[in-house]
Structures are given as C-alpha cells and as structure tokens.
C-alpha cells in the first residue's frame, strides 16, 4: 500500500545576492509578506509555511494556484529534491517524478544508451532494459536517430524521448507537473493516452496543473495554495468552484437513448 506525509513542512530560498537591507526593501513590494529574514539574519522568501496533509492509496491530489504560490516547489519536495526546512515528507512505496523532461538525459550519449542508464538507474534486468528500449523507441517515434548522440536531435525528438523515459517507468507514487500536459497536437494526443494510463496505475497521484479540466478528469481532492500557505483543501469540486469564483461540475456522460 502507497502513501505520502507531507507533515508541517516549511521551505525557505535564502536570497544570497546584494545588501540584505536593500535587498529586503527591492523584494518587499513584489512579494509582500513572504521575504523575511532567518536566524542568520540572512534575507530569505518563504515558499512554503506550513503545509500539511496525508495520502493514501486512490488519493488524486491536484495543487492549483497564482503564479509564485509554491506548487512546484511542494512538488520538489515531496520528490526529494528540496529538504524542508521544518517538517518532513516520508513515501511509502515508488515514486515517479514528471517535473523535468530533461532531467537525466546525458546529450553526448545516444538515445539508446540514455534509455539503457535509465534502465540501470532504476535497478532493471538486461532483458527489462530491452523491453523498455523497444518501448521508448516506439513511441517517441526515433527511428534511426536512435544511435546517433542526443545532441544532434530536433528539439521535439528531444522532448519525445525525454517523454517517453520519463513515462517508461510505471511508479505507486505519481508526481506530476503541468508542462507534461503541454506540447504539440499530435504529440498530446498520443502522450496523454500513455499518460492517462500511468495515471490510471499509480495509487497516488500529484498533479499541478492551471488546467481545470485536467483537475477535474483526474483528482478527487484539490489544495488551493496562496503565498506558500494552504488556502483551501477539499473535494475538486468544491475547492475549484471557490478558487475560479464560479461553480465547476463534472461532466456526466449522457446515457444513450434506448
Ligand atoms: N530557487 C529559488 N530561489 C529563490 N526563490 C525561489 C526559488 N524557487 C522558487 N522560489 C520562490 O518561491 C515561491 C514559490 O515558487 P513556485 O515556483 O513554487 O510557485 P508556483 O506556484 O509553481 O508558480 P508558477 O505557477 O508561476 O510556476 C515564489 O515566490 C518563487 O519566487
């Protein structure tokens, strides 16, 4: 059984550069409230306060909010790639971070040999590696390409294969953040089918996304985040309904005619 504590965690960026004191002053205004300073004295902007809550296997958590309300941020950290300054993340079972498409991706080795150091990486047998290769290559369409060096690719074969590794490895704890939902027509169409499936595997999934249907088809439970803070946490429905200042519905399919 998979499951994710996000327990009372704070996250703070020290700001390095220039005076503190005129640093403070310049930020004030375009960040109100959320610059201050830390025990060193040093000027910091808080990205997240106090951000609390639990999933457990079914859970579908959509985070929504402003520009600068810290929903990638939450997302790194509950990856790992942040530590919380006060509070803690613990997962229990595998997780899938899509927050990068590039992340990982060594441009001087060929797409095969990227896809067989993913497949190391995540401790996979040489005939799984095989597999996933054949997989990877299918779908992001490479050709022959496959055997040339990463850097010579157009930048969407760059994106398909990034796409296509990072959606190889099937997790229990799914992150997810938006840009996996953008690209190309024809790319989408065929990505959010690979995607709706994992989605559909995962026990757990976290989804960040500005995109009200997407929130609405994929989560039952929505965190409205505002200034780093926990606005609102409820039902998709509801939370959506109060952060767009409108009532949102699902759409019920209508039945057939007999
Ligand atoms: N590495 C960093 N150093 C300093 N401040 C940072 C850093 N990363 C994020 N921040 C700050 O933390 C706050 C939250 O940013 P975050 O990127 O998490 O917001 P977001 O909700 O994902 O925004 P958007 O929808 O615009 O992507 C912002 O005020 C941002 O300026």
Redesign the pocket.
Known sequence: MAGLDCSHVT?Y???YHGSARSLKRAVFST?SG?VAADTRNRVV????RDIDFSLSSGDRLG?I????????????TLAGIYEPQFGQVRVQGSLNALLDPNLGMNPDLTGRENIALRGLYNGLSKPAIRRLEEDVANFAELAEFLDLPVRVYSSGMVVRLGFALATAIRPQVLLM?EWFLAGDANFMEKARARLEDMVRGAEILVL?T?VTSVVLDWCTRVIW?E??RVRADGPAETVLSAYLGHPVAREVPVPAEP
């Open positions: 996250i960026f020290p700001l960040v959320r902007v808080q990205a997240l985070l909010g402003g520009n600068g309300a810290g929903k990638t941020t939450l997302l790194r953040d960040s500005h985040l200034e780093g």
